[in-house]
C-alpha cells in the first residue's frame, strides 16, 4: 500500500490553494519534508506527524518549519498537542506562500469528507491586541468568537503578537479549546521567530483551525502493548508513565516538572544577573540557591502546585506526564521562568508571573527575551547605557548583596516590564526590529566593545542570534546549525569539544527522528528506540526512517553558518565552566587540565581552539558519505 503525505499550499496574497501529495519514504514528516519546501518555495510550514491521532502518547505535536528572522537559515519549532486538532482537516502540512494585503486570519475548515474551507479575512489587528485579555490571548479569544461557530468539534488557534510587528523574535502562542472558550493552559512555538514570519512575511496574524475528517489513526492498544512487552517487558502505558516521571512527579527530587526538577537540583551550577553568577564563588552561588530559589522559588511552586494534582494539565492530547504546572492562569516551565527569573534577578513567583504574563501576551519568544531584559538590565546596572536611552525609570537590583527576594524581585519585573514596552514602543534608541545581535553591534560601535561583550547570545551568519538555553554547560554554545533547542548535548558532565561535537550532531538526529515524527521529547525515553520499529510495522520502512533521518541532519548542516562567539561573556562562560568542573566537581582528566591550562595562558586562543574542535565533531559526524 503507498502513503503519502498530503500538503495544502496557500498563497496568503490571493487566498488560492492547491493540494500535493509526496509519497511516505521520500519524506516522513514535517522537518524533512518541510526542509524540502523551504529550500525550494521559501514557504513558512505548519504540520504533523504521520501518527497524530494514534494511541501513541506524544505524537500530537505541530511543527513549524522556514527561513528564521531571527536565526537567518532552516529552524525548527514545535507546540504541544495542537497536532491533534490539526489531524482533524485530513491533510499533513500547509505551505504558506505570498503576503496577505493586510493583517489577516486565516480560516481552515474540514466537515467529514468535504473539501478543506480557505478564508483570508482582513481586520484590525491593533485594536484587537488592545482589547480583552490582549495580544495574543485576546486575538485567540476573537478568532474563536468570529469563526468558532462554523466547527463541530472545538477548532485551534494560532495567534501572534505585538512582538512579531516590531522585532524577529515574536512567538506563534495557541491553547487547547474547551467546549469553545480557550484555555489557560497555553502552548508556544517560540523559538526562531515564526510569529514575526508568518505576520510580517506572510501578513497572516492568527490561523483558526479543525474539522470532523476521520482518517485510519493507528488505534490498536493490543498491538502496541506487544511491540513494548517484546522491548521493555512492560505495556505502552506503564513504559510511557515512567518514561514521564520528571515531567510529573519525580519522588527523587518531592516536586516535578522542568521547573521543580530542574531548580531542586541545579545547586551552584544556578544561572543569575545575566550569567554574573559565573564569576561568583561556589560559596555564594549555593547560597542564592539556598536562601533565593529552594527557600523561596522553589518552595512557592512546590507550595502552590505540586501539592494539588489539579493543577497539573496536559497541552491538549490525552498524556500521563501532566507536565504544565499551572497556578491562577500562570504555566510554569523552566526555561522561561528562568530568563525571566533569576537570569532577571527575579527569585519570587509573583514577580516572575508578571514578567513572563507581559512577555506572552505580547506574544515574545520567552528565553530570548529573557536574555535580551538580563542584557538590558546589566547595561543599566552597570551605566554603559542611561534610564533615557532605554525609555524606562529606574534601574534594576542587581547584586545578591542584601538583596530582599520579594521586594527586589518585584522591582526588577516592573522593569522588565517597561523594557517590554520600550522594545514594543521602540523608545529612545532601542529598535529590535532586526534583532538583538545586530542593535548590540550598533550600540558597541557608539559606546564600546563592553556593550556585547555583556550579551550572551549564539550567532549565525551576518545576522542571525539565538539566546541559548538556560543550562551552565559548553553544549548550549555550540556551533550547531540550529541552536536554541535541544540538538546538542546539555549534559553538566566535561566532555572534550570534539567529542562533544559528535555527541551533538548524534543528539540532533536522535531529536529529528521524534520531530520528524511528530512527537514530544519528553516521551524520549522510549520514543528514540521504538518509533522505527513502530514505523517498519505500519509501514514497512522502519530501515528507510533510520537511513533518511541522518541524511536530513546532513542536508540541515550543510547550511550551517555559525560565527565565532562575538561576546566576551561567552567565553567566559566556557572558561568558568571547566574551572568548575576542576575545582567543585573534581573532575579527573588529562584533557580538562590541558584546556583550564589552555584558557588561563590565553583565553582567546583557547576559546577559538575549543570552538573550533567542537564544529570539527560536528562536521565530521554529520557529512552526507563518511
Known amino acids: 500500500m503507498n502513503y503519502n503525505l498530503k500538503v495544502l499550499f496557500i498563497d496568503a496574497s490571493t487566498g488560492f490553494y492547491k493540494f500535493k501529495r509526496y509519497p511516505v519514504g521520500d519524506f516522513f514528516g514535517p522537518i524533512d519534508l518541510g526542509l524540502h519546501l523551504t529550500g525550494k518555495y521559501n514557504t513558512l510550514n505548519i504540520g504533523k506527524g504521520i501518527l497524530a491521532g494514534s494511541i501513541f502518547p506524544g505524537s500530537n ?49 474540514r466537515n ?113 502493548d506487544e511491540w513494548f512487552k517484546n522491548k521493555y517487558n512492560k505495556k505502552l502505558a506503564a513504559k510511557d508513565f515512567e518514561a514521564t516521571t520528571k515531567y510529573r512527579f519525580d519522588p527523587n527530587f518531592d516536586t516535578g516538572g522542568t521547573f521543580g526538577v530542574n531548580y531542586a537540583s541545579v545547586g551552584g551550577r544556578l544561572l543569575a544577573f545575566n550569567y554574573n553568577s559565573i564569576y561568583m564563588t561556589e560559596e555564594e552561588r549555593v547560597t542564592i540557591h539556598e536562601n533565593f530559589i529552594k527557600n523561596h522559588y522553589l518552595k512557592q511552586f512546590n507550595e502552590e502546585i505540586m501539592s494539588d494534582k489539579k493543577n497539573m494539565k496536559n497541552c491538549g492530547e490525552p498524556c500521563v506526564a501532566v507536565c504544565k504546572k499551572m497556578f491562577e492562569g500562570h504555566k510554569k516551565d523552566y526555561e522561561p521562568y528562568q530568563a525571566m527569573g533569576p537570569l532577571c534577578g527575579i527569585f519570587d513567583q509573583r514577580a516572575a508571573e508578571k514578567l513572563n504574563h507581559h512577555a506572552d501576551m505580547n506574544g515574545f519568544d520567552a528565553i530570548s527575551v529573557g536574555g535580551v531584559l538580563s542584557w538590558m538590565m546589566e547595561l543599566l546596572d552597570k551605566n554603559l547605557v542611561t534610564k533615557e536611552e532605554l525609555g524606562v525609570s529606574t534601574v534594576p537590583v542587581f547584586s545578591p548583596d542584601n538583596f530582599d527576594v520579594v521586594t527586589d524581585s518585584m522591582h526588577n519585573a516592573e522593569l522588565g516590564v517597561e523594557l517590554l514596552d520600550s522594545i514594543l514602543k521602540q523608545r529612545g534608541i532601542i529598535d529590535l526590529k532586526e534583532g538583538a545581535r545586530k542593535f548590540a553591534r550598533r550600540l558597541s560601535r557608539q559606546k564600546g566593545k563592553s556593550i556585547i561583550d555583556s550579551f550572551v547570545f549564539i550567532s549565525n551568519g551576518r545576522k542571525g542570534w539565538m539566546v541559548p538555553n ?18 546538542m548535548y546539555y549534559g553538566n558532565d566535561f566532555v572534550p569539544p570534539r567529542t562533544l561535537g559528535r555527541m551533538n550532531a548524534q543528539r540532533m538526529i536522535q531529536e529529528l527522528t521524534m520531530d520528524n515524527m511528530g512527537f514530544c521529547r519528553f516521551h524520549r525515553n522510549w520514543a528514540e528506540e521504538m518509533l522505527p520499529e513502530i514505523v517498519e510495522s505500519l509501514f514497512g520502512m522502519g530501515e528507510q526512517l533510520e537511513k533518511s533521518t541522518p541524511m536530513t541532519a546532513s542536508r540541515i548542516n550543510s547550511r550551517n553558518a555559525s560565527i565565532f562567539w562575538e561576546s566576551q561573556r561567552n567565553i567566559d562562560f566556557i572558561h568558568s565552566f571547566i574551572r568548575r568542573q576542576k575545582e567543585v566537581e573534581g573532575t579527573r582528566h588529562e584533557e580538562l587540565d590541558n584546556w583550564l591550562n589552555l584558557f588561563d595562558e590565553d583565553q582567546h586562543e583557547a576559546a577559538y581552539s575549543y570552538w573550533f574542535e567542537i564544529s570539527k565533531g560536528i562536521h565530521e559526524s554529520l557529512q552526507e558519505f563518511k
Open 61 to 109: 505535536r505541530l511543527f513549524v518549519t522556514g527561513f528564521s528572522p531571527c536565526w537567518r537559515g532552516f529552524y525548527i519549532s514545535s507546540m504541544g498537542g495542537a497536532g491533534l486538532v490539526f489531524d482533524n482537516l485530513g491533510i499533513d502540512l500547509v505551505s504558506i506562500m505570498g503576503k496577505a494585503p493586510a493583517p489577516s486570519m486565516m480560516y481552515l475548515n
Open 112 to 224: 467529514h469528507g468535504e473539501e478543506i474551507e480557505v478564508q483570508i479575512d482582513p481586520f484590525n489587528l491593533e485594536n484587537v491586541w488592545e482589547e480583552g485579555r490582549g495580544g495574543v490571548y485576546n486575538l485567540m479569544d476573537f478568532s474563536l468568537s468570529h469563526y468558532g461557530q462554523r466547527y463541530e468539534n472545538d477548532p485551534r488557534v494560532l495567534a501572534t503578537g505585538p512582538a512579531a510587528m516590531v522585532t524577529d523574535f515574536g512567538a506563534i502562542g495557541s491553547a487547547p479549546v474547551k467546549k469553545g472558550a480557550v484555555s489557560f493552559v497555553d502552548t508556544w512555538a517560540g523559538r526562531g521567530g515564526f510569529g514575526s514570519r508568518l505576520l510580517q512575511e506572510h501578513g497572516i496574524a492568527s490561523i483558526i483551525y479543525g474539522g470532523t475528517f476521520i482518517d485510519e489513526d493507528f488505534r490498536e492498544r493490543n498491538v502496541a
Open 470 to 487: 538556560q543550562y551552565w554547560t559548553p553544549g548550549v554554545l555550540s556551533p550547531m546549525a540550529i541552536m536554541g533547542k535541544y540538538y
